[in-house]
């Protein structure tokens, strides 16, 4: 194998004002926003048009359609197997170092030519704000494309220390024998672009289910991917419903795998019918999945305040607080809490709440009325809760776009509703404890939710500090010290949590590329025996 190829994370552009990826990003958001794009089923690299559609609308104005989707069902999921299993044949025996290459050049495009069209397609669909694109579709989505060539290479790399003399030992790294199913969610373009791409890189087939509510960026990850060289059958791209799509496909003998990211609902019934269906499949299929989170800060007295304001404004509100790794529920020292409050409310008091499309807005639009509902739902029974106070946000308005303020509830109750539940949107729950309760509080953070995804504490006391990590080990897969729990990098922070909220195969490592491969041992003798007979068989 050639050299591995060492990748190095994507810079994140600023979009200040004035600046030249500004006025240019800017630009594609308002080009984009004046079309409505069609978009087909891509099986086989061809365009399918089935008639039954959906549309595609901006979250913040959803009056607003940017394309009409078509919907694929059983008829098409079928042909999409058919389709992949084919492109398994000569996609499975292609060499690595040609894999990789497509997937690199995927990266290099995206650093140049597709970045303004797959943020300004994220910030249109999902209402995200430029800096929220930018760290998410544009330099997430590169640095999986680049650092899981390398870890592949690496992975490749690995070979048998022994072969004693006569013999070679050696490992051959194959791809899965059947396709991998990627479902993936509305709230990371990244993560969408990389759940059928990394079971790709390592030579499987996959067929491609998008969220319905993000059809539109993933849209035009297909057409980069095919830019850059992605052969047609690789990736199948099936928009439609989890049952028309996924119950054709998770019940097919040839399922090799699951790549997942969702709730946990969607997760379990998952599991379960591949659990029912095991008897018939070639082979037993990889499960892989990152669903829910409800997750914690937890503040010593010794934390800084101006630090800890930060941590829990961007940790809970930024993209609408629609990260799997938001921050929902705050513990706050009481000794503390009065010169918190005073800071924390005055920053908030400054967040705008509007279109994407004004770069001064710092929240936008929750993506869908049966979030927006879901979420409301919850803010209305605090307001009615004997043991709630509402301390900011509470107000929302769907009448152009599906805005909600950004709420903080203070709660007396620490398994209260909204303490325990995952709410998926700008909600965050403040409980307020004696610092000489410490410990105690320590083991409710672990206990409160099912949940653990991730977590952060926050305060200058390096003892305490060091005992919250020990005690708190597995409430959180990604566990962060004086800094929010949001915003894992890859080939930093490899990210996925345990308990309800996933398998924890961290994507953005070489741990998850291993679960899409299925290796070969292979000894080659070369002094082959010539008699069964063993020495000790002798006579004495």
Same mark, same amino acid.
């Given at each position: 194998m050639s050299e591995i190829i060492k990748a190095v994370n994507e810079p994140i552009k600023s979009y200040r004002s004035g600046s030249p990826e500004r006025e240019s990003l800017q630009a594609k958001y308002d080009e984009m926003a004046s079309q409505n794009f069609d978009i087909p089923l891509i099986i086989g690299g061809k365009e399918i048009y089935t008639g039954n559609t959906e549309?595609?609308?901006?979250?913040?104005?959803?009056?607003? %359609?940017?394309?009409?989707?078509? $919907?694929?069902?059983?008829?098409?999921?079928?042909?999409?197997?058919?389709?992949?299993?084919?492109?398994? $044949? =000569?996609?499975?025996?292609? #060499?690595?170092?040609?894999?990789?290459? =497509? +997937? /690199?050049?995927?990266?290099?495009?995206?650093?140049?030519?597709?970045?303004?069209?797959?943020?300004?397609a994220t910030m249109l669909n999902q209402s995200k704000n430029a800096f929220q694109a930018e760290i998410d579709a544009a330099c997430e989505l590169i640095d999986f494309f680049n650092f899981n060539a390398q870890y592949a290479e690496q992975i490749y790399t690995n070979q048998p220390l022994i072969s004693p003399e006569g013999m070679h030992n050696s490992l051959e790294y194959r791809p899965l024998e059947g396709f991998v199913f990627a479902i993936t969610p509305f709230n990371f373009t990244s993560i969408a672009g990389n759940l059928p791409s990394a079971p790709a890189l390592v030579g499987n087939v996959a067929l491609w289910k998008p969220a319905s509510s993000a059809v539109y960026p993933c849209h035009f990850i297909m057409q980069l991917l095919k830019e850059a060289g992605l052969p047609d059958g690789v990736i199948n791209f099936l928009p439609g419903s989890g049952g028309e799509v996924g119950d054709p496909v998770l019940k097919n003998r040839n399922l090799a795998g699951v790549h997942f990211t969702g709730s946990t609902e969607t997760f379990q019934h998952i599991w379960k019918t591949i659990g029912t269906n095991i008897n018939q499949y070639k082979t037993y299929p990889r499960i892989v999945g990152e669903t829910g989170g409800k997750d914690f800060c937890l503040a010593h007295e010794s934390a800084n305040i101006e630090e800890l304001v930060t941590a829990m404004i961007r940790g809970a509100f930024e993209f609408q607080g629609q990260k799997c790794s938001a921050m929902s529920r705050a513990y706050i020292p009481r000794t503390i809490w009065k010169e918190l409050k005073e800071k924390y409310l005055t920053e908030l008091e400054t967040i705008k709440v509007g279109s994407p499309r004004d770069f001064t807005n710092f929240m936008n639009a929750v993506i869908d009325k049966p979030a927006f509902d879901s979420i409301t739902k919850y803010i209305d029974y605090a307001k009615n809760a004997?043991?709630?106070?509402?301390?900011?946000?509470? /107000?929302?308005?769907?009448?152009?776009?599906?805005?909600? @303020?950004?709420?903080?509830?203070?709660?007396?109750?620490?398994? +209260? $509703?909204?303490?325990?539940?995952?709410?998926?949107?700008?909600?965050?729950?403040?409980?307020?404890?004696?610092?000489?309760?410490w410990d105690s509080t320590i083991d409710l953070v672990d206990l409160t939710s099912p949940y653990g995804l991730t977590g952060c504490i926050i305060g200058k006391d390096k003892e305490a500090m060091s005992h919250a990590k020990d005690r708190l080990t597995h409430s959180a897969g990604n566990f962060y =010290?004086?800094? $929010?729990?949001?915003?894992? %990098?890859?080939? @930093? @922070?490899?990210?996925?949590?345990?308990? #309800?909220?996933?398998?924890?195969?961290?994507?953005? #490592?070489?741990?998850?590329?291993?679960?899409?491969?299925?290796?070969?041992?292979v000894k080659e003798t070369f002094d082959t025996p010539k008699d069964y007979r063993y020495p000790f068989l002798e006579k004495d």
């Open positions: 549309n595609c609308v901006m979250p913040h104005d959803h009056q607003h %359609v940017l394309a009409t989707y078509h $919907k694929a069902g059983e008829t098409e999921a079928n042909l999409a197997i058919d389709t992949a299993m084919q492109a398994w $044949k =000569i996609w499975s025996k292609t #060499s690595l170092e040609e894999r990789t290459t =497509i +997937f /690199r050049k995927a990266a290099d495009l995206l650093q140049g030519s597709w970045r303004d069209t797959i943020n300004a004997d043991e709630t106070e509402l301390i900011s946000g509470g /107000r929302y308005d769907e009448s152009v776009g599906y805005y909600i @303020q950004p709420t903080t509830i203070l709660t007396s109750d620490p398994l +209260f $509703k909204t303490m325990v539940e995952e709410i998926f949107g700008p909600v965050l729950t403040i409980y307020l404890y004696d610092p000489a309760d =010290i004086n800094d $929010k729990p949001t915003g894992a %990098v890859v080939g @930093q @922070q490899p990210f996925g949590g345990s308990r #309800s909220s996933g398998t924890n195969d961290k994507a953005g #490592s070489e741990l998850n590329l291993q679960r899409w491969i299925s290796i070969r041992t």
